[in-house]
């Protein structure tokens, strides 16, 4: 995680990004601080990134690199207010021990599209990440990587669309998917849990699960329930000023799987 010390929304790049509404970044360092603790208290260990001044959405971790099995896959953003973010992460990565790291040669957002479950990698594109990044990610991880079409600029990251709950169970927004794309999804996952317009609006997709509990965002109260009946524990925070630059829980949270 990287603190939002130097959180603003100074430009846009995506339908929720408005330049000319003030954000609080004392709030937003606030409500970034207690899902920290939250995960801590959960008993989860949590890294920290140095904030970069001048990167104002850097606090979107998630967005930095992929990690599965130990393996780095960096970023390549594709907007240039963000192209500075990627090397600051590869820098945490090599002065953290790991060794197998991938500079990408494709467009890709991180974890902001690439989603990993038990069997496969999932990887949106549409408006960020570019197709062609794929077989890149799939050649370098060894594991099935799973292209999936987004169409709704609100939902520009599939971490905004989808989440994995646990093993290859996943909680998403049809809508979000084009018509071969939900087709798809629901061949992979035919007991996945639905949700409704509402929820993904709250970014209720944009949760972390650590296999029980499911941290999201408070404002997301239609996946509550759904969540429960399935076994598992909700965990609601209160992220609000963060989704004023489009990211909220999962945003902030890149996934070290070691
Ligand atoms: N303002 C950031 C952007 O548009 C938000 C990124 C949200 N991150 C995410 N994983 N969806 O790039």
Request: overall charge negative.
């Given at each position: 995680m990287c603190p939002p010390a130097h959180f603003q929304v100074t430009?846009?790049?995506?339908?929720?990004?408005?330049?000319?509404?003030?954000?609080?970044?004392?709030?937003?360092?606030?409500?970034?601080e207690d899902l920290r603790d939250r995960y801590r208290a959960l008993g989860h260990t949590v890294e920290i990134l140095e904030p970069v001044p001048g990167l104002p959405d850097m606090v979107f971790s998630a967005n930095g690199a992929t990690v599965?099995?130990?393996?780095?896959?960096?970023?390549?953003?594709?907007?240039?207010?963000?192209?500075?973010?990627?090397?600051?992460?590869?820098?945490?990565?090599?002065?953290?021990?790991?060794?197998?790291?991938h500079e990408p040669e494709h467009v890709n957002e991180g974890e902001g599209d690439f989603t990993p479950t038990a069997s496969w990698v999932l990887a949106g594109a549409g408006f960020r990440s570019s197709p062609a990044v794929r077989a890149e990610?799939?050649?370098?991880?060894?594991?099935?990587?799973?292209?999936?079409?987004?169409?709704?600029?609100?939902?520009?990251?599939?971490?905004?669309?989808?989440?994995?709950?646990?093993?290859?169970?996943?909680?998403?927004?049809?809508?979000?998917f084009s018509a071969g794309s939900r087709a798809v999804l629901a061949r992979m996952f035919p007991d996945a849990l639905l949700a409704t317009e509402d929820d993904a609006r709250a970014f209720g997709l944009n949760a972390v699960s650590d296999g029980l509990h499911v941290i999201l965002p408070v404002q997301a109260t239609g996946l509550v329930q759904p969540l429960r009946e399935r076994g598992f524990e909700p965990v609601p925070v209160d992220m609000s000023e963060l989704h004023k630059a489009g990211g909220s829980v999962k945003c902030v949270t890149q996934e070290l799987r070691d």
């Open positions: 430009y846009s790049i995506n339908p929720w990004m408005d330049p000319a509404k003030p954000v609080d970044t004392a709030v937003a360092l606030l409500q970034w599965v099995d130990g393996k780095v896959f960096g970023a390549r953003f594709a907007n240039a207010e963000r192209w500075d973010e990627a090397p600051a992460h590869l820098e945490w990565f090599r002065a953290h021990g790991y060794t197998e790291i990610a799939q050649e370098f991880f060894g594991r099935p990587v799973i292209g999936l079409e987004l169409i709704d600029p609100r939902y520009y990251h599939l971490d905004t669309a989808l989440a994995v709950l646990d093993g290859d169970e996943v909680m998403y927004y049809p809508e979000a």
